[in-house]
Structure formats: structure tokens, C-alpha cells
């Protein structure tokens, strides 16, 4: 399982994927991006490390996660049979805990003292600040304005937790000014402190080490799906913000030519209103973060904001790998709006009592519009990547409650 | 290759002085004001010019510099009248170096080919691109070697021994080292250890050694000019410029005043340092 086929093939040596990717940073960082890497092909490869990973998954984080059949739901859409990939049971309620504890090990390993990170949901920024409570380092986290205001429960968390939440209030005052601050702290403080980047995005070996470590998802959805059906899925779906849940759940299946696989990134109030984070469906390649990749810009290459109802989407990039699947065609990819998303998240607290966040949420969405028109034999797998607690507020403001 | 700035900085040489580089951003904090000042600066005391062309996610760059792209990109700038600028400038001033500062995307998107074409055409010398390091010299740095235009190398206190090397091929022009690990606008170096970075450096490369990031006052230009060939101003310049904005942030007679005195007084510090040095 571990031979790469034709779909999986990169990254290269300089970590391109194709055209995309690579480690477009400043010289000052360059240096530690090597270190980085040498440090990380080390403890792939080193078997107490993969052991002390895979036991704070178990231990720690609660994986397996279920593989769960949403009979009702697949009842009502009447067509596949849809599975939860049930990601949001992790401790602290989103895959991004997986990514957290892989690099916080190789933090520790490569004897950094300090930890900064980006979040836009907050889901990264609570992983982190609990990796970084449960290593006893100190933890900086960047979040923009705007996310701050609509994520408020995930702020006061990370704030229990020990960390410091550094607000951003430039730019769009959302996850991409946050990533460039963490840069910014990252070029300061590059001695002593790891960055902690939340998703497959960023430069060389960011986008492959975050999909490894995010590949749990896959690799055990493909052995749960073995002993539930005794075949494999038809189709995979998942949403797309930087691409991490969705490629740690396609990753494993990639080389499997009868899977197929969609991401949904956010078509914000539609993709024609140019309110919107759909950077792989209306953007082009440029280069931002540190690697080359779809973007939304303008036509002088200056970067347009994204909008999103759902902070984690709310990105105008998209990790280097999926551009790569796009072109290639081995992935689709397709946008959800606000308001589909949200008429899937009533849906799925109804019919299944799961507040999904509303990052999955758009994934639900384009499985409700799927699902009626496949066979009932069909096996569908969506990762359901967080739950909605933090989103709970955004949620009411929509409805005209107020909490 | 004897372009402008190698003829520039063997005049220094000649002249037994370090230059003053100086930075501003084009469009800051409109087109026409950003031009008075680069217009300027010459003739107040900069040897070496480094025009910056802005990008919405700088991420080398701190507040100071950041504001100066945001009014920038409000004022209309793009790459194309940055180039234009260059034009113009050049139809006055066929001497000076001038280098274009900023980041890869707008130059990605305008293309590479047609950039390189655009700016030796316009009469610019080199180009600073802070998000391309060597790993990535396919992308334009060779490409603009091969065009005859300069590729300026920044190096950074993490750029170490074994990597100086893989830095400094490709390089043009002059190096230029950023002094601290940090972005534009912070608290700079020691002169103790600017002296021991240039010292490493010139055991590497016999290009001249700019220092930056983090000069603000004539006094400490005078410093980094009695251990480099040339000090790198810019953040400081930024901020003499937003200075002379008025309550609504439009510019006045002062952005060009104020920015143009402190290019004068650095020149001064600059000129001063070596004799001082030397008395
Ligand atoms: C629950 C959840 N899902 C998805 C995302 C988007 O990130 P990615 O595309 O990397 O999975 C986030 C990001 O904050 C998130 O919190």
C-alpha cells in the first residue's frame, strides 16, 4: 500500500507536485525548511517515532475514529449508502489534532521551544494549544479579526489552554493575514520556534508531511470499509479549505482507479458573485505561502479575499497537491454556498443528531445533492471532519437568534 | 557584466566610501508623489535605488512597509506602472542603479519573459524578489541572468557556512544581507556583528556586501558604512513619508520633504563614516 502509483507520485525532491508546490520563503527561513525536512525524513523512517505517534492517536486522541453508516440519512436522500468518517469524535472535535501531534513530536525531536501556529476556524489553533499544553510548550497562536469574532468559543479554549492569541488586523483579517503573520513571527524567531502550519499548504515538506501525518483518516477508513462492505468505496467526499482532511482521506485511495474522489471548497454567496473561497473551481495558479497553487487573485497577480461562512474555508489558496489532482483529473472538485451549507448542517442535527461543523458541512451539502441519483449499492464515504459546537453562534446569527 | 550598478560601486570604491541604498515603495502614497521622491533621490544622496513594487500578503515585511503597499495598491499601482516609473526615471538619470524590490506573484502573473524584457527595456538594472531563493532559480532568477539583468541574493544570519555558497552563485550586482533574522522595520544589529557577517561574507564572494534591515538613523547608516560597501535604508524612509500624510492619509508637500531630509542626512552619515573612521 505504501508503492506509489501514477496518482500519487510526488512530491519531488524539491517538493513539487507537477508545476506546484515548492518553497517560495525567504532566504532567513530556507535553512530551517531544509533542517525541517532532514528532520522529518529521519523519524518517518525511525520506528520509535511512528510508535509514539500511533499511540497518542490511540491514547490521546481517540482513533480509531468509527466508520459510521448514516442509515437514516442515506434513507432520506434515498440512494447511496452514505458513511461518516467520524473525525469530529477526536479530542478537541476535528482532525486537526492528527497533523498537531505528528509535528509536535518532530518539534520536540528537533529540540524547538516554542510553537507558533495559524488558525481560521480555531480548530487548528485548539489542537495545537492542546499539543502544546500536553508538551509543556509555549504557544503562540495567530487568528484574524474577523475569525475571532465569529469563532469565540474557540479563542476562550485556546486561551485555557495556555496560549497566547496574537489577533491579525490586516488584510482580510482572516486565515490568509494570519498565515502571513505567523510568517512573519516565524522569520523573527526561526532559532527557537516551530511553526505549526494547520494544513497541506505552506512550503516544502509542509504539504507532504501534513498529508502524511492527516492520512490516518484513509488508511483506516480503507480497513473499517473492508470489514463493513468487504469492498472498497465508490465515492470519497470531503471538504477543502487548505485540503488537509480530504487529502488524508483520499491519499490512501488514490491509486485505486474505481474510487472516485470530490472536494468541496466553498462557494461562499455563489462562485458568480466573486464572494467566494473556490480557488481550485474560478482561481489560477500563482504563487502564495511558500508553494504554487490555485489562488484567487487579480489580474496583476495581487491576491483577492476569499468569503466563506465557515472560517476553516475562508482561504484563497488550497494546498499544492489537490491543484496537482485537478489538473490530473483524478480529483473533482466542486463548490458549495453558505446556504446550502447550512441547510445541510439542519439537516445532518435532524436526521442523524450530529451539529457537523460548517466546514463539513459543505461536504454534506454536495452528498445531498449526489446521493439521489446513485444506486443503492453504491458505498459513499464523507469525512466528517469536525463538529459544530464552535460553529453554534455564526449558526444562530443566521436564524436571528441570539445566544 | 559592467552594468550601472558595478560601474556605481566602483566609483565608491574609488571615491574610498560606502553607498546609501535606499527603498521606497512605488504608488506610496500615490503614483505621482512616489515619483517626486524617487525623482529625488539622487541628487539628496542615494547611490543605489530600490524601487518596491507592492503585494498584498507581504510576508517579509512589517507594519511600517505593509501600510506603504496597502496605499500603494489603493493609489493604482501594478508592475506595469512600476515599470513605467522606472521609464521615466531613467529619461532624467542614466546612472543611478535602480532595482526593483517585491515579491514573485505580481511578476509570475505579468510573466516572466515580458518582465525581463519590460525591465531592461525601461532601464532597470537588477531585481530584489524576496520569496525566490536559490531552490527556486529556475523560476527567474537564471532567466534574468541570461537577460543581462542583476539578481540581487539576500542573505540572512541562518544562511550558514555550508549554504553561502549555493547563495551566492547566481548572484549579481551585490549581495545584500539582512542583518537579523526579522522582517523590515525591526530593531537592527550590533555593529560587532555586522562586522563579523561582512567579514564571513567577503571570505565567499568579492561582489559588494549592502547591509539592511533595520537602519534608521544617519548614525547607525554610519556604522554599517564603515564595515559594508553600501547601508540599505528603507522601513525608516517608509515612515518619514507617512509622516507627511494628512488626517485623511493624502499625501502633502512634506512626504516629499520629509523623505528627501533624511536621504540627505543618511548621505551625509554615510559620506562621513570612513573619514571619521579614519581620523
Ligand atoms: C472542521 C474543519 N474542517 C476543515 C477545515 C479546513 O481545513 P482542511 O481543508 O485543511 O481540512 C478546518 C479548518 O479549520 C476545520 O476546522
Known sequence: MSARGANRPGPDAEGHFGIYGGRYVAETLM???LDLETAYEQAKDDPAFTEEFERLLSHYVGRPSPLYHAERLSEHLGGARIYFKRDELNHTGAHKINNCIGQILLARRMGKIRIIAETGAGQHGVATATVCALFGLPCTVYMGETDIERQQPNVFRMKLLGAEVVPVDSGSRTLKDAMNEALRDWVTNVETTF?????????????AMVRDFQSVIGRETREQIMA????????????VGGGSNAIGLFHPFLDEDGVRMVGVEAAGHGVESGKHAASLTAGSPGVLHGNRTYLLQDEHGQIIEAHSISAGLDYP?????????????RVNYVAITDDQALDAFHLCARMEGILPALEPAHALAHVVELAPGLPNDHILVMNMCGRGDKDIFTVADTMGASL | MTGRIERRFAALAEEGRAGLVTFTMMGDPDIETSYAILEGLAEAGADVIEIGSPFTDPMADGPVIQRAGQRALRAGITLEKSLALARRFRAQDDTTPLVLMGYYNPIYIYGVERFLNDALEVGLDGMIVVDLPPEEDAELCRPALDAGLSFVRLVAPTTDEA??????TNTSGFVYYISITGITGAAGATTAATQMAVDRLRRHTALPIAVGFGIKTPDQAAEVARVADAAVVGSALVSAIEDGLDVDGGATAACRDNALALVRALGKGVRAARQEAAS
Open chain 1, 31 to 33: 535553512p530551517l525548511i
Open chain 1, 228 to 239: 463493513a462492505e468487504g469492498r472498497l468505496p465508490d465515492t470519497l467526499v470531503a471538504c
Open chain 1, 195 to 207: 511553526y505549526l502550519i494547520g494544513t497541506v499548504a505552506g512550503p516544502h515538506p509542509y504539504p
Open chain 1, 317 to 329: 489558496g488550497i494546498g499544492p497537491e489537490h491543484a496537482w489532482l485537478r489538473d490530473s483529473g
Open chain 2, 163 to 168: 549554504r553561502l555558497p549555493a547563495v551566492l
